[in-house]
């Protein structure tokens, strides 16, 4: 079982992950030192959010996640929307993952940046995590909390040293933003949701949590506060270290190694290899969680939903999910699934967020839950934050691209096909 300490570190390494390696270099090449304020706004936004989802966490006690919660809000057909959502995002969010960890491994061995290296590398590292969780929540759980606490300790370092440097007065950052405009932090604001998201991941297997109604909310906000410093200070430390930051595709390990030389570099190349080990930790734990629940309403095939003999974990799922993110890792490009996972991010936030304000009026008029219970987490005016965690996700959505929104109306178009297709079949189940 997951008490609260396994919990937020799920939450950490959901979120922690190839983002605060690869985005503050961009950031600081778009807006310059302007980019610790995209920062706090971007906590901010998903702020609102965060807090919306602690509180409708707070009334379950079954897994799911965004899907689980909209569809006692909404009904299975928006519950499925959100489902297919949060999987595609996370497929696409682990494949990313995937691919920084062979390019990072290229720092020492050529050999992963060729295409063979690529796929046995792929492999290994996705296939072992498969390995690890199929044997049992408990080691996936160690896993995750063992990284959780490397990274953070590391970036937290990283950080300190870059605050440092600046106290002394050293600064090689004089690289002119390309723009800092409104335009600007809007398109960064897509990026930040990367960077900041992922914490949903973390609420798809509270059914395995000891207390989630009690435990989830905090471990969110815990998180959160703490992902929230230590972001503005690993963005503060590649501003002070960095002279062109924006064509610096690893920032980080060039930062560390105007600290302290090649050692810092190499430093911060095994932390990268660490830190995507972790985050694909926590999801190979979290994300099977979903096609379970999603086959134990009967939503997809049984088979998923089915436990191993011996160590009761969703195998099958556990292996789509490995399987659907090796193909992605193998044929789609870091950026473009960065920015499109957090594009597909952005609808569930928004849908959880309006949850918050169906359950609370719902409550309020003393009409059914759908299944859902009394908060035990209440945040300040909540039908406020509600409101505005819609109207933020909504806005940052419409910085998409054609191609982000090409693949939106597909993946919608599926999700309503797949909908249309479980009702028949329930429908025709009930006629025989």
Avoid at 369 to 374: H, P, R, V, Y
């Amino acid at each position: 079982m997951l008490g609260r300490g396994s919990l937020t570190a799920l939450v950490l390494n959901s979120v922690v992950g190839s983002g605060v390696f690869v985005l503050p270099g961009t950031i600081a090449g778009i807006l310059g030192w302007q980019a610790m304020g995209a920062w706090s706004a971007a906590a901010v936004a998903i702020g609102v959010m965060i807090a919306c989802f602690a509180e409708v966490a707070s009334r379950f006690n079954g897994a799911g996640g965004a899907y689980l919660y909209t569809q006692a809000a909404f009904g299975p057909f928006v519950g499925i929307q959100m489902a297919w959502l949060t999987y595609f995002a996370r497929c696409l969010s682990a494949a990313a993952q995937a691919n920084l960890f062979t390019t990072a491994l290229a720092e020492f061995y050529p050999w992963a940046a060729t295409r063979t290296g690529q796929v046995s590398l792929t492999t290994l590292f996705i296939g072992t995590l498969a390995a690890i969780n199929i044997r049992g929540t408990g080691a996936g759980a160690q896993t995750s909390n063992a990284f959780a606490i490397i990274k953070i300790a590391s970036l937290a370092v990283f950080a300190a040293a870059g605050l440092g440097f600046l106290a002394s007065g050293y600064s090689t950052m004089h690289t002119n933003p390309t723009d800092p405009t409104l335009h600007g932090w809007l398109s960064t604001f897509l990026l930040l949701v990367f960077a900041y998201g992922g914490f949903e991941g973390a609420l798809i297997p509270l059914a395995e949590a000891k207390d989630p109604r009690r435990d989830a909310p905090r471990a969110l906000l815990t998180s959160f506060g703490l992902v929230i410093v230590l972001y503005l200070g690993v963005q503060l430390a590649v501003l002070v270290m960095v002279q062109d930051a924006a064509h610096a595709p690893r920032p980080l390990a060039l930062a560390a190694r105007h600290m302290v030389g090649a050692p810092g570099a190499v430093a911060m190349t095994l932390l990268v290899v660490a830190s995507v080990y972790g985050w694909m930790a926590s999801n190979m734990l979290n994300m099977p969680r979903l096609t379970a629940a999603l086959a134990h309403d009967g939503v997809l095939p049984r088979v998923l939903g089915t436990l191993h003999p011996r160590f009761r974990t969703p195998w099958a799922s556990i292996v789509l999910f490995a399987v659907v993110s090796w193909s992605l890792a193998l044929t789609a490009g870091l950026l473009q699934n960065v920015s499109l996972a957090a594009v597909a991010r952005l609808f569930p936030y928004a849908g959880v967020c309006l949850t918050l304000v169906v359950m609370r009026r719902r409550e309020a008029r003393g009409e059914s839950l759908g299944g859902a219970e009394s908060a035990r987490f209440v945040i300040p005016a909540g039908e406020v934050m509600g409101v505005l965690g819609v109207v933020f996700a909504l806005v940052i959505a419409a910085q998409m691209n054609a191609r982000e929104l090409v693949s939106m109306l597909v993946l919608v178009t599926a999700a309503t096909l797949h909908w249309a297709g479980s009702r028949g079949r329930a429908a025709g189940a009930a006629a025989a």
